[in-house]
């Protein structure tokens, strides 16, 4: 049987000590589990906005709503500050490519 040393779990974590390597690995482990799920919550919300899209196209109108599009960045950047604003722009994009 082979055992973790010190000097791996700091290489991997950058903790100086077993105990906050330890703490770090779980904290990591739930990180990596809500990055699934913010992941899979963006898919979802990719899908939501293509059919929106797509209802608007079809019926003679334009893929981008700007109005609609200030709201969801004034949504973002009251919840998240400045960062939010650029996390919807980005969000903005992956729903509905470049403009
Ligand atoms: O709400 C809409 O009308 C959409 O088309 C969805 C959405 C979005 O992904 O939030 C995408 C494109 C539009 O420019 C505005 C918003």
Not at 72 to 80: C, E, M, N, P, S
């Amino acid at each position: 049987m082979s055992s973790i040393s010190t000097a791996d779990t700091t290489t991997a974590t950058g903790a100086h000590t077993d105990e906050a390597a330890a703490l770090i690995g779980g904290a990591r482990e739930r990180i990596d589990a809500l990055d699934d799920r913010i992941i899979g919550l963006v898919q979802e919300r990719m899908a939501v906005s293509a059919v929106i899209q797509q209802a608007r196209i079809t019926s003679g109108g334009r893929r981008v709503n700007l109005s609609r599009e200030t709201a969801v960045l004034g949504h973002y950047r009251d919840a998240l500050g400045k960062p939010g604003t650029a996390l919807a722009m980005t969000l903005l994009e992956l729903c509905r490519g470049r403009v």
